[in-house]
């Protein structure tokens, strides 16, 4: 009965696997067929991803942009700014990646950083992050009278807890740098700090 079990559990698996490689074959056809049409017609598509530490955001963004042509899609992964770009306009840094026509820009992470991680981390005063709203909004219209009004999207990632602390454990055996102990601990009160974030999303999508 045991092994009856196992093989069965194992051919669900299989099924399972067989089941999600055809679907994410079948929609990865219909990017391209996105990715062709914002080049014909030289439209500017921008694509915002947030989430917590290990959400996810990576798995998905390298899915979406697998069979799609590097020169058209490409990925904006900055990293966290320098002392220098702290001094700068918070929209500086992100213009530079903004598409030109017949391009696609995924960001992994964005502008929403200043009322989302830069809130609950506590990186900017309570009077910053509450005038980030309006500056965000006010950045936003910009981008829209320029021509991405109906192709800018933000995908909020929010991956169950068991699962982010999985992918952490996993990239914890995989790589352990001299400084990861230190980043365990970081990410661990990220974890901690995750559930503040439930009312910023609520803020951000009324």
């Known amino acids: 009965l045991e092994d009856t079990a196992e093989d069965a559990h194992t051919t669900a698996l299989d099924m399972s696997r067989a089941l999600y490689f055809r679907e994410l074959l079948r929609l990865q056809g219909e990017l391209v067929k996105l990715q062709d049409w914002v080049v014909a017609n030289k439209k500017r598509v ?4 947030e989430g917590r530490d290990a959400a996810g955001k990576g798995g998905v963004i390298k899915r979406i942009t697998q069979r799609l042509n590097p020169r058209v899609a490409r990925v904006a992964a900055l990293p966290a700014p320098n002392d220098r770009e702290r001094t700068q306009w918070h929209f500086q840094r992100y213009v530079a990646h903004l598409p030109a026509a017949g391009e696609i820009v995924l960001f992994d992470r964005s502008w929403y950083g200043r009322v989302l991680v830069e809130r609950v981390e506590h990186l900017i005063t309570e009077e910053a992050w509450r005038r980030a709203y309006a500056e965000i909004n006010d950045f936003e219209h910009q981008l829209a009278r320029h021509g ?3 192709h800018a999207q933000l995908s909020g990632l929010h991956g169950r807890k068991d699962h ?14 001299p400084a990861l102990p230190a980043v365990v601990a970081r990410n661990a009160a990220l974890h901690r700090l995750g559930d503040d974030r439930a009312p910023v999303r609520n803020a951000m999508n009324p």
């Open 148 to 150: 991405l009004r109906e």
């Open 46 to 49: 921008v694509i915002l991803f």
């Open 164 to 177: 982010g602390l999985a992918r952490r454990e996993r990239r914890r055996r995989l790589a352990a740098p």
